[in-house]
């Protein structure tokens, strides 16, 4: 039996066979060198086989491989501390767990505990991964359909429309948004909506997630789109709020020096016995008071739009499986020992890796790089089939005349590898945040040798 036969036949698959990568670049068994411009759809968030991580996990992988979190590891909490740091935007807590649909179930399930709400909300276009919870609030019907009968009762909104935000009420326990979403296409959400979004959250009770599982991790040029300035609303039209009503960040004070309940979920959160089921029914749920004591504020209110919970996956640990769910301390200050668990979570050769990715983040100024690359790539990339640019940083849409499937076949003839998504004229791109510019300005003369209708391009 081949080994392709082995495998279960669920991938459409690029006709390469890639046997290395070194940075951006992609070499197949037949001698053929590639543009990573895919990133192993945005996994390769440092390029392929970077040193630091290869050595950070090599060293790791000597020392100890494994342990469970039922024994503390420094590596581990330096990692959860590091990756917090480094997210910021409150965001103080860390679960560690696998990939980005178990990040997005745990959130999801967290919200639907503490509150006692069993509907959630996310967006027309949304992908959240495979998961029950997560399938619950993914639009894509071809997945969801065989599935409709367990699925949750999940409300579906019109991205950045402020008008339709009234369907957001307190049954929901929670909304789920890609701040960029994707797979639909490099849709945006305006800093406008996030602030209503964050508003109506507040006013209904219910929790604000962010799933950065793309957005995440420097790939915007920024840490991360919660408390990103570029997504909040415009000063004039969101003033800061005080307190239980604030749709920009504000540093939590210390809620239990001053006695204080948190901002949404009044009550402890509910117990979770090991099949999931709760132990302790949850207190009904009472949507945060607008007329609560104002809270003192430690530090001055940060830029943008903080979620009360974020997510992130794919190139957190740059091809090692992980992913993490960051919470506010008001989230996680309910949290016991079995509320949430993983085996493989938190397991100390991710953290190193993940650990390498930010400290090399860092030293090499890769959020400075990763912004200049989506600044050229906004320049340069408008000719041939392009229509429109969308996005930012390196997740990057181009809307193009021709279908994309075309477009990206064409690329690949001549040696670039890049995206579709479920809009069939936007062709992704999410490189490597350290691609060198030249591999741009590359891609750019590609695209204009392939014309506007990429037929005749094609071999
Ligand atoms: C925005 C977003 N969320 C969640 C997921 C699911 O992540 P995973 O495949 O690691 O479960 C994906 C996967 O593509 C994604 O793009």
Redesign the pocket.
Known sequence: MSQRSALVDTYAQFPLEVVTGRGSRLRTRDGHAYWDFYGG?AVALLGHCHPAVTRAVSEQAAALTFYSNVVPLEIRSRAAQRLCAFAGAGLDHVFFCN????A?ENALKLAIARTGRTRIASLDGG????TLLALSATTEEKLRKPFSGVLCDAVRLRPNDLDDLHRLDDRAAAVIV?PIQ??AGIVSLTGEYLAALRRRCDDVGAYLIF?E??TGMGRLGRPFAAGDVHFGAPPDRNPPRKRRDESVCIQQPDLEADGVEGRHMAGPLPRLDKTGGTTVPPEPHRPASREGPTLPLTRAPLPGICPDMATS??GIANGIPM?ALLMNARVAEALRPGDLGSTFGGGPVACAAMLAVIETTERESLLEHAARLGAAMRDKLSGGPVLEFRGRGCLVGLRTKPPAASVQKALMQRGFVTGTSADPHVLRLMPPINTPLDAVDELAEALTTLGGTVDAALA
């Open positions: 759809h990939s980005g649909a178990e997005n992908w959240h991964g495979r890609e994707s797979i799933d599982v793309q996956a794919k992913g």
